[in-house]
Nanobody
């Protein structure tokens, strides 16, 4: 069992920035893949970006540019920096991990709400 706890969400004005953090119960450097997803009201959950053990981030085409994922070994967290926030970024943001490359077991955090509004 891997526990993930997100933090950092809140109400932000359009054009602002936000940094979300995900604390893991296991050594973050050992986890096979970690990712951030989001789910807006009435929409399917979508991936914002991911990172494997090699620390190479991957972003879906429509998420290039404003989103940055980073692993922080010192405090065992995964962060998501979002710049130039837009109202359409309003969603619950979830941290995800598949800890092992040999076992298709997934873990999710409880999510943190991000609301972008003037």
């Amino acid at each position: 069992q891997v526990q993930l706890v997100e933090s950092g969400g809140g109400l932000v004005q359009p054009g602002g920035s936000l940094r979300l953090s995900c604390a893991a119960s296991e050594r973050i450097d050992s986890l096979y893949v970690m990712a951030w997803y989001r789910q807006a009201p009435g929409k399917q959950r979508e991936q914002v970006g991911s990172m494997t053990r090699g620390n190479t981030p991957f972003y879906p085409d429509n998420k290039q540019g404003r989103f940055t994922i980073s692993r922080h070994s010192a405090n065992n967290t995964l962060s998501l920096q979002i710049n130039n926030l837009k109202p359409e970024d309003t969603a619950v943001y979830y941290c995800y991990t598949r800890p092992w490359d040999y076992r298709p077991t997934d873990f999710w955090g409880q999510g943190t709400q991000v609301t972008v509004s003037a």
